[in-house]
């Protein structure tokens, strides 16, 4: 069950964020406000929700301050609001990332902005954050080890926010983006970063200087959560959902439909698996995106996560891991109990 929320207004005190073009509206009190007004709604129709802001006031805080708060509480879900900016000025629309270790793309310039806060948080930065300097993409490489076991469920609230984004004051949609950011880098629960909309744009600026827009970006980002949380609570209660299937051969899915889709069994012991990807859709044995291994997967949610192997220990599972990521350089092991995913710690 979903219990816990953290919420995390971006930057704040002598951390404004991204200013205006005459410098007078700040990203902090957007974000501020926005966040106050969802932890409401949330409080309001989930009395049971403890909801928990990394900030409530205007003060600043670390980045990884923000991750520890949410890992010492151990939140269920951790959802940062923040307002972008870019030089160029056409530049419009909401966007939502997860944390990855994409940095080929546009969604460079967003995290390395977003990033760059630490360079304020004092001398010991480079030694907090295992010497990352945020204006060098060299840097960046230390995420390339990254293991996000939490990747499906962020995404899946990162497109449930983006979903409810097309009815908003601002409606164009630049989609859900994967980025190296360091204030979701360790958190331990599911995590996004919402990108409201663009302060540097005279359009997305009219919108989000105007008070009543934060109320409606609050309800949308409410929405969402309602959604991931019906999602999130079947998934973890209903282990029917979960179950381990096998991936359906080309010549049995002829005779077969996807409803009457076979389980293998439903594992009664304790064993790890090593999980390739995780997409919207039931792929057949022979699909290219499967690279020729033998896979199962496991619903959940939306999400069909599709694993390879079965290792009784960690080792062994770990030894195949290296040969795996060859193919599939986002692999990593995950625990299986009764046919469902459990925590590896
Ligand atoms: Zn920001």
Redesign the pocket.
Known sequence: MLKKVVIDP??GGRDP??LSADRKVK??DI?LSVSLKLGDLIKRSYPDIEVIFTRKTDVFIELDKRTEIANKNKADLFISI????ATARAATGSETFVMGADKSSSNFEVTM??NS?IMMEGEDYATRYEGFDPNNPESYIIFTLLQNAHLEQSLEMASLVQKHFNNGPIKVSRGIKQGPLLVLWKTSMPSV?I?LGFISNPLDFKILNNHANHDKFASLIFNAFKEYKQIYDKDYSNGESTALKKVIPQSESKSTQDTSLKKVRKESETHYRIQIMAVNKILRSNSPDLKGRDANYIKMGNLYKYTIGEYPTIDMAKKELGSIRKDFPQAFIILVKDGTIVPLN
């Open positions: 971006g930057h964020g991204a990203e902090k974000t923040h307002v972008n900016a902005l977003e806060v970063l990108e």
